[in-house]
């Protein structure tokens, strides 16, 4: 026992008692409310801090989603921009080959026409030497058969 209950009679002491457990009860009353309240406080500072850890997931996902649909449309406009440069640059060395077929087939056309009128000229002047040729030799042999003749009717005269 304490040293402020030796002197209480025994009275006192069963009111002493009795209120001691009337304080008791109250205080673990209060005790009890007091670990409620703050049951109840720690409970909602967990909600608050939940419903913000939930809007600040919801904002960023949101953002994610922003951010991926943004990228999927610069990456979708850049393969466009890059299939629209290809299609010019394909269409621009097309054009680029046809022109150089094309020059490429008259090149081959004036070579050609250049070989034949080269060739007709060679032919006829091979043609021309030929018939020159034959006729130096006709001359040659007229005048060898004149000279033939003179020489044979020399002989027979003599």
């Known amino acids: 026992m304490n040293n402020a209950m030796k002197g209480i009679s025994f009275h006192n002491k069963e009111k002493l008692s009795m209120s001691d457990g009337v304080a008791q009860a109250k205080a673990a ?7 409620k309240r703050q049951t109840f406080e720690l409970r909602k500072l967990g909600d608050n801090y939940e419903k913000e850890l939930k809007e600040v997931r919801e904002k960023n996902e949101k953002e994610v989603a ?6 999927e449309v610069q990456l979708d406009k850049e393969k466009t921009d890059a299939e629209v440069k290809l299609s010019k640059v394909r269409n621009q060395y097309s054009k680029k080959i046809e022109e150089e077929t094309q020059r490429f087939e008259k090149l081959m056309a004036d070579l050609k026409q250049s070989q034949n009128d080269r ?9 021309q030497q030929v018939a020159n040729q034959e006729t130096k030799h006709r001359e040659y042999l007229e005048k ?4 033939f003749e003179q020489e044979k009717a020399k002989l027979e005269e003599a």
């Open 29 to 35: 009353s209060t005790k009890e409310m007091m670990h």
């Open 66 to 71: 922003k951010v991926k649909k943004d990228y």
């Open 119 to 127: 060739l007709s000229e060679i032919q006829m002047g091979n043609e």
């Open 144 to 147: 060898a058969r004149q000279k």
